[in-house]
């Protein structure tokens, strides 16, 4: 009878025992993982619907042939059909009254003004929103980074370098070398990573990467989220539903996209040709008839980068996510890349591109619906990348991407 008291004295001591080291270990986890750096909260979009996702305009107004001069073709000639060539829906700004916030009137997003001098792993740059709500920054607190549709919404053309209307958005830079590294993250990350590239700037071979716009030259990359340069953010707020597509297959050989209110073709050409020749292509379709039409186009830059699925890449991490990068009521042309691997085409747009400051419009933009690659077949800056080449072949150093292939839009 004696023992029993102590066993039960034991049998408390050691629940209490056993008490003290899972608060001891809790301690520890605790800990551990408040040293780990929060990934970046992913605001949810709203649904789609018809006219959520209206294109605002390059605003180029110029016209160029393939050495930069200054031509003005019409239809039937070589070079018509270029972006400026077309009407589009005008940008419109409204500055608020403490100049911290600018409202667009087109896509219903409200943007900061200025931005956070520093610069930023993708990952902390949660930080930077977390800091805009608290101060209820403008007289709001739902800030949120922007995804890298609505980030490009911004892009504006009109001249260049940089490539965003500084009579509203702030953009600071020392000289034409900072301007170069003017790149602001988005929201999306890329679902592919980093190939095994030579050179670089710090980033590795296997590197997760994020989506952002270089404002200073007018690209859209995919950089690594936690090496080699950081970068900047601008946030903003409003209209869940940008960038949002929505799709309606016509089974007619066409696809409209009820967001933005334009008609694709369902197929692309199905061979690579120069710019010139691309639009070329639109004319002959128009004259005839193509699927019933007769106004189609070649895209402009941000029309096509309308129509990118950035949830897709050829060589994503998750097999749900591999192909194209484009929605899979469309089909695009299998090709075999630079390195021999299997992969999908660039896409010309009707928009020129000027490669620095002083230069001429000798380039035009593409769009990466494959993997945007190195020359050896890697993954450089992601499938939906936004870069540029020479329009025709033989007419300056630097060809790269001369050949690509179209996909014809035109207004639904």
């Known amino acids: 009878m004696k023992t029993k008291p102590n066993q039960q004295i034991s049998l408390s001591v050691l629940i209490v025992g056993l008490i003290l080291l899972n608060i001891n270990l809790a301690g520890c986890k ?11 909260q992913i605001v949810p979009r709203a649904a789609a619907y018809a006219g959520c996702y209206p294109i605002v305009g390059t605003s180029q107004t110029g016209i160029w042939g393939a050495t ?18 077309f009407t589009y829906t005008t940008p419109a700004y409204t500055k608020s009254g403490e100049g911290l916030t600018v409202k667009d009137e087109v896509t219903g997003l409200t943007w900061q003004k200025s931005y956070d001098v520093g610069t930023y792993y993708w990952a902390s740059i949660q930080t930077v929103v977390d800091n805009l709500n ?29 490539y965003i209307n500084t009579a509203y958005f702030d953009i600071k830079y020392i000289d034409e070398q900072d301007l170069s590294h003017a790149i602001f993250w988005s929201s999306d990350k890329y679902t ?73 073709q369902k197929n692309d050409n199905g061979s690579g040709m120069d710019w010139e020749h691309a639009l070329a292509y639109a004319q002959t379709q128009n004259t005839a008839n193509y699927l019933g039409h007769n106004d189609w186009r070649v895209p402009n830059a941000k029309e096509l980068q309308s129509l ?3 949830t897709r ?35 010309w747009t009707s928009t020129s591109a000027i490669a620095n400051p002083t230069g001429t ?52």
């Open 313 to 347: 890449s050829p060589y994503a991490t998750k097999a749900a996510n591999v192909g194209p990068a484009i929605n899979v009521l469309f089909s695009c042309t299998s090709i075999l890349n630079d390195g021999g691997k299997a992969d999908y085409p660039y896409y």
């Open 30 to 40: 605790k800990t551990t993982t408040s040293s780990n750096v929060a990934d970046l």
């Open 361 to 412: 419009y000798t380039n035009a933009w593409y769009v990466a619906f494959g993997q945007a690659e190195d020359g050896n077949g890697e993954n450089l800056h992601g499938a939906g990348a936004v870069r540029f080449d020479k329009k025709t072949v033989g007419t300056g150093a630097g060809e790269e991407r001369v050949l690509n292939y179209i996909r014809l839009v035109r207004n639904n």
């Open 134 to 162: 608290t101060q209820n920054y403008g007289g709001y607190n739902d800030w949120r980074v922007p995804t890298i549709k609505e980030l490009y919404s911004l892009w504006n053309g009109s001249v260049g370098w940089p």
């Open 192 to 264: 592919g990573v980093l190939g095994n590239i030579s050179g670089g700037n710090g980033e590795t071979a296997g590197d997760e990467l994020a989506f952002g716009v270089n404002f200073g030259t007018g690209h859209i990359k995919s950089y690594s989220i936690s090496s080699g340069p950081k970068h900047q953010v601008r946030c903003v707020r409003g209209n869940l539903s940008y960038g949002v597509n929505l799709f309606q297959n016509n089974n007619d050989g066409t696809i409209s996209d009820l967001a933005t209110g334009l008609m694709w």
């Open 308 to 310: 990118v699925d950035y």
């Open 68 to 85: 930069g001069n200054s031509i003005t073709p019409v239809l039937g000639e070589a070079f018509f059909g270029q972006d400026a060539q």
